[in-house]
């Protein structure tokens, strides 16, 4: 199995780092953090992501992670703090207390460490993001000490928690809104709607008691559970950088400061203009506070694909040591460990196997549904399924650096990183929000100047319904949430976006070329035909073959033996080897002579090759080459050694044309050889006998007219082309490096990853299109409305109740729109997926 490496990040890691923000709500906030980094000396790039609440900041020198924290707390946001208590092993006395201490303070990102020499524990308090585990236990390690955790949760656990708490928090704040509002509601909208009401209200409290009523309620639900409005939006409006929180704060305020004055100094406002909106102001929060609810529950949704990944993770594993066998935590195996695998079990860590023999699922890292059978010297993954037999195997990957962790991280840049496309959408948003006051404000005196009577009153509605429609939620959360579905979506089915452009790219490919060795076919030697001559059985013929062969070191040979033990046959010793250069080798194999080798060498033992004329020239149009054996003094058979196709390339061949795509093989092979292959499978171009350094070139004559050329490979010396194509697809079987050169990672070295690659591309971007369609098209048909253009014409006036339900509606929609993308389904499907569309193990997690 192919080890994958991604950017690594982490304090000092390397030249990013992946903070999480907190309170960030819009488009605007996003803008708005940024800018804040971008500001920052030595800050190379910056992409800040409102789904995934993060900001990737690339460095041009040493990251400096306490500077990126302040930026983020000085825009009026914030980093998450996390405590954990870790075990620490070998204290003795003060001094090692202060060591300890001394070296976790160091550590980029820690706030405090403390040290119990009595419990032999630190508590250390971090910024996630900032620091890790893995670096705070380093520095323990580098003070001379050995650290163990204790706590048992790992860095997603306390991530997720983290997103409970806020979602409990908001749940709370929430139903208090709810219960808050009612009253408001149905006293004041109820009076208007319903004459019964109305009566009951005049004839037993009355208005003004009714007013004061309002009063206290609203004042509890602006400045209870509304009061997150006012502690981010009044620091943004005094920044100069309004955001969402400051819509709403001026919202909300100007309609329950309007209703306070209409209340308690009626006699300073026109007459006739002294009405309450006591009931818009608490709807308006609580409409919100459910849109912010129902956001973050389906923004959980979002990263399903993330947790679906570290659920795969076992908490444990059993290792030998001392003689025993125990029981350890997964973060106390080490490499060299000998680890041991039961039936049905999870494999812990990656490993090579030592004894025994087994089946293992590896459906979640490649996507092949079936079992691969496992055996002393195989490599296996961490996180796959032990189906039957039992085994031990040697831990040479664990923590962060098992597969299945490097899986994560590369799931997890693309989620976060950002498209050409959301480029085209900060420009807009950078300045939505203050256009959006400017439009109040002109709104506000327009009606003021032109209104009918009250004008005030229409002026101050109008105004708060173009602040609260206007929230520019839908717009922020449009890309980000596709992509992430999108992206884990594709995880699921064996492919990894290495870089999230990619995904947009893809979509955009007009033709794919691929390389043939290892991509097109299997990339080693087979035996593909014996046709035996008359008098003569196939597998006697076979055997004396494989014994001449077993001599010689060619790749034709070695595929000849193998072919030879897969149908257990009996191989001979050979006797009197003779090699003949050029024209092949003979040998005396259990009495009999036996010669094999190319049609020249029959000419010269003196054997007709006529009768085989028919066969040689089938092989021949396949694309490989025929060679004789003559048996006693006889023609025996016809035989051909090639490099086989994969059996699932016609079909993604075929499919890839369904696409509207054209296809083109790059190859080493000479013209005749490779047009035969490209007409064998419906290729459409073909450049062959290209040198390992002319690919890159190859690529270019691809791109003729300007067409967008995704390239196909698996090998080091196509690592330059998949560097130079417009989007680089690499067979997860290949090369380290080939892969580290790629876009887009294929876990499988199934070519129809790259058919469903494709189609996700084009499901994924037409789901942003269709997300940001609705987030504009909602405001520029809204606003306006919400303004009162349709007043003159129909007397139509957009309720700021009936804003605040919309504004929440449209976020909750792009939010829904995304998660469709977790129902794609793949165009070509492993044969062995159940009728559903999905391996067992899909089945199973989805269950889980």
């Known amino acids: 199995m192919t080890n994958v490496v991604p950017l690594q990040k982490g304090a000092g890691a390397s030249s990013t780092l ?53 930026a983020i707390e000085g825009a ?90 806020e979602m409990n928090g908001l749940r709370r704040s929430l139903l208090i809104a709810a219960v808050l509002t009612l009253p408001v509601f149905v006293i004041e909208m109820g009076s208007h709607l319903v004459p019964a009401i109305h009566d009951l209200v005049m004839n037993t409290i009355g208005t003004q008691t009714s007013w004061l009523i ?5 004042t509890a639900v602006l400045f209870g559970p509304g009061r997150l409005f006012f502690k981010r939006g009044v620091p943004a409006m005094l920044r100069g950088t309004p955001d969402m929180n400051a819509l709403v704060m001026v919202g909300t305020s100007a309609a329950w400061g309007y209703s306070v004055v209409a ?17 818009a102001a608490a709807v308006i929060v609580t409409l919100i506070l459910l849109g912010r609810y129902l956001e973050a529950k389906a923004k959980g949704r979002t990263s399903e694909a993330i947790k679906r990944l570290v659920r795969l993770q076992p908490k444990t594993a059993r290792v030998e040591r001392d003689g025993q066998t125990i029981e350890v935590s997964l973060s106390e195996v080490r490499t060299g460990d000998i680890v041991q695998a039961r039936p049905g079990e999870q494999v812990p860590v990656d490993g090579e196997v030592v004894e025994g023999s087994s089946y293992v699922d590896e459906s ?50 693309a989620q976060g990183s950002k498209l050409p496309i959301q480029a085209q959408v900060d420009k807009v948003t950078a300045w939505f929000v203050p256009a959006v006051m400017a439009v109040a404000a002109i709104t506000f005196l327009v009606w003021l100047v032109f209104g009918p009577s009250p004008a005030l009153t229409f002026a101050l509605v109008n105004a708060v319904a173009v602040l609260i429609i206007a929230c520019p939620c839908a717009m922020g959360l449009a890309t980000p949430t596709s992509i992430m579905v999108g992206t884990g979506r594709a995880a699921e089915l064996g492919v990894l976006f290495r870089k999230g452009e990619a995904l947009q790219s893809l979509r955009d490919v007009a033709m794919v070329a691929l390389d043939k060795t290892g991509t097109l ?82 000419e010269k033992l003196g054997h007709d090759v006529a009768a085989f004329a028919g066969e040689a020239a089938r092989l021949g149009g396949e694309g490989k080459s025929p060679l004789y054996a003559a048996i006693d003094g006889r023609l025996a058979a016809v035989i051909a050694v090639a490099d086989p196709i994969k059996e699932t390339t016609p079909e993604a061949i075929r499919a890839l044309h369904d696409l509207g795509l054209k296809v083109a093989m790059i190859t080493g092979d000479n013209r005749a050889t490779a047009q035969a292959v490209a007409r064998q499978l419906g290729i459409d171009e073909v450049v062959p006998e290209v040198l390992p350094d002319g690919k890159v070139t190859a690529i ?65 971007i037409r789901n942003i299109k269709q997300n940001l369609f609705w987030a504009f098209a909602y405001n520029a048909a809204l606003i306006p409305v919400a303004a009162g253009v349709l007043y003159p014409v129909s007397g139509t006036l957009l309720s700021p109740v009936l804003a605040a339900g919309a504004m929440a509606l449209s976020s909750v929609f792009v939010l829904s729109n995304a998660l469709r993308l977790k129902a794609f389904r793949p165009v070509l499907a492993g044969e062995a997926e159940t009728a559903e569309g999905r391996t067992e193990t899909q089945v199973r997690l989805a269950a889980a």
Do not use: W
Request: with cysteine; net charge negative.
């Open 18 to 70: 992946s903070i999480p923000v907190e309170g960030m709500t819009c488009a605007s906030c996003v803008s708005h953090v940024e800018k804040a980094i971008a500001k920052l000396p030595d800050v190379a790039k910056v992409s800040v992501n409102l789904a995934t609440e993060r900001a990737d900041v690339a460095f041009t020198g040493k990251p400096d992670a306490a500077v990126i924290v302040r």
């Open 76 to 165: 009026g946001y914030g980093v998450r703090e996390t405590t954990v208590e870790l075990g620490v092993a070998g204290m003795t006395c003060a001094s090692c207390v202060a060591h300890v201490e001394k070296a976790v303070n160091a550590v980029p990102g820690v706030e405090t460490a403390t040290v119990n020499l009595a419990t032999e524990r630190v508590s250390v308090r971090y910024r996630a993001g900032v620091a890790s585990l893995e670096d705070i236990e380093a520095a323990i390690r580098g003070a001379g000490y050995e650290p163990h955790r204790i706590e048992g949760k790992a860095s997603t656990d306390r991530e997720r928690e983290a997103r409970e708490r």
């Open 214 to 218: 309002q009063f206290v309620l609203t």
């Open 263 to 279: 209340t308690f100094a009626p006699q300073v406002l026109p007459a006739g203009t002294a009405n309450v909106y006591y009931e």
């Open 364 to 413: 979640m890292i490649t996507g092949e549904p079936v079992p691969v059978a496992k055996q002393a010297g195989a490599e296996v993954v961490g996180g796959t399924i032990n189906k039957t037999g039992a085994f031990s195997f040697r831990a040479t990957k664990v923590g962060a650096d098992t597969m299945l962790a490097q899986i994560i991280r590369m799931v997890e840049e």
């Open 521 to 602: 076919t299997k990339g080693r030697p087979e035996l593909t035909d014996l046709t035996p001559s008359a008098g003569f059985e196939h597998d006697e013929v076979l055997a004396l073959v494989a014994a001449v062969e077993a001599k010689s070191e060619h790749p034709i040979a070695t595929a000849t033996v193998a072919a030879a033990e897969e149908r257990g046959l009996q191989i001979g010793t050979p006797e009197s080897f003779d090699a003949v250069p050029g024209y092949g080798v003979a040998a005396t194999v259990g009495g009999r002579h036996v010669a094999v080798g190319a049609d020249r060498y029959m």
């Open 700 to 764: 270019h004559a691809l791109r003729s007219g300007d067409r967008k050329v995704a390239f196909v490979g698996d090998g080091i010396n196509d690592a330059p082309a998949l560097a130079e194509a417009d989007v680089g697809l690499a067979i997860g079987t290949g090369t380290d490096v080939a892969i580290e050169s790629a876009d887009v990672v294929l876990m499988s070295g199934d070519l129809r990853g790259v058919v469903n690659a494709i189609a996700l591309s084009k499901a994924t």
